[in-house]
């Protein structure tokens, strides 16, 4: 099958997740064109049936703005028409559904018809999408996808909840390549981030206000209290400043790295005893379930996907949103007992093996087939 794929190339979840299901479809034989403004940030070496088309839009003194949208979906059709796609699958509603609705339709007057799929990622429809400005937009380019996926049930029954959608909504959970994301032997890492065997924690984020980054630091600084600890903080993003000023408030910036973004988070992960993510809101928790797959516990806040995934008092622990007294403790009482972190290490590894890519990935290969049979059928 020849399969357009429209994301964002940034470290977000939704371009992660477009960027992996789209190499991991080319290693099954399928042809995969990213239609993107940049190479996605995991697209990161060269993959047999994988292709690349740069949107281009360029500044005019008449735009305020240069009109991305109009742009991409120029290059939507360019690309379908000359590389003879069967598919599209885009990523994120704003704007990709929209203009793969733009291009489908001018393709449709050149005789070449290309269903398009919607995957509603998280704040594509509980934030940015519920905006007045453009949710009769997102109302609409989703109601007019040909297929229609979310990454988890909250976010089906949010995106149902949110706007007057008629289309069906398929669940089709994120996943982890437990191949790459794994424990290993990284003794001699671990000793120079805490010298002294402290425990060490991480949280990864595009550090958004969405993902409560100062509660990250006063959980942390009420574990470093009671425990001998090390926060990896692997990231950027607005909330950055204001993270390092309140550091240097509780005075703990000896014991906090900040190491912007990262391509090998496995890494760290692998040097890491415990994952923080006390987030607002999450659509799946994508960063947890790597964590996971490494062997990490997780101490998170018990919204929207999270319990999905994390399994409170089981593969780690969930509070409400902004109980760092909670979150605090929870973290303690696991770290200091040996036996019960075992435990919960096993069974945070055996969660993530259910979402392993090459469990889900068949999921997606028969939604695909589904959609373009039926659009077949009504266009015959």
Do not use: W
């Amino acid at each position: 099958m020849r399969i357009g794929i429209v994301c964002y190339p940034t470290y977000g979840g939704s371009g992660v997740i477009a960027t992996e299901l789209g190499k991991a479809l080319a290693l099954k034989g399928h042809q995969v064109h990213f239609i993107t403004y940049r190479v996605p940030a995991r697209l990161d070496s060269f993959i047999e049936n994988v292709y690349y088309h740069e949107v281009n839009y360029a500044d005019y003194p008449l735009f305020e703005r240069a009109p991305y949208e109009s742009a991409l979906a120029s290059k939507i059709v360019d690309v379908a028409l000359y590389e003879n796609l069967d598919l599209l699958h885009v990523h994120y509603a704003i704007p990709h559904a929209s203009a793969a609705f733009m291009a489908r339709e001018i393709l449709k007057s050149k005789k070449h018809y290309l269903p398009y799929i919607t995957t509603l990622h998280g704040t594509d429809i509980t934030l940015v999408g519920k905006d007045a400005t453009y949710a009769p937009v997102v109302e609409f380019s989703i109601n007019q996808s040909d297929g229609v996926t979310a990454v988890s049930n909250s976010l089906r029954e949010d995106t149902y909840k949110n706007f007057n959608i008629q289309k069906d909504i398929s669940v089709i959970h994120n996943f982890v390549d437990t191949s790459r994301f794994k424990k290993a032997r990284k003794e001699h890492f671990k000793k120079a981030i805490a010298p002294n065997d402290e425990k060490v924690l991480i949280h990864t984020s595009n550090f958004r206000r969405v993902k409560r980054t100062e509660d990250v630091i006063r959980v942390f600084k009420l574990i470093h209290d009671k425990l001998p600890s090390k926060l990896l903080l692997v990231g950027d993003g607005p909330e950055r400043q204001p993270m390092e000023q309140l550091c240097r408030e509780l005075h703990i910036c000896d014991s906090v790295r900040f190491l912007g973004k990262q391509e090998a988070i496995e890494e760290l992960l692998a040097v890491s005893d415990l994952f923080l993510m006390p987030s607002e809101s999450e659509s799946f928790g994508l960063a947890a379930l790597e964590a996971m797959a490494c062997e990490v516990p997780v101490i998170s806040s018990n919204t929207g996907g999270i319990p999905e995934v994390n399994i409170h008092g089981k593969t780690g622990f969930m509070s409400a949103v902004g109980d760092i007294k909670d979150m605090s403790e929870n973290a303690i009482q696991l770290l200091s007992n040996m036996s019960l972190y075992k435990e919960f290490k096993n069974n945070a590894y055996a969660q993530a093996q259910r979402f392993d890519i090459n469990i889900i990935l068949p999921e997606y290969e028969s939604f695909y087939s589904k959609v373009v049979e039926r659009h077949f059928v009504i266009t015959k």
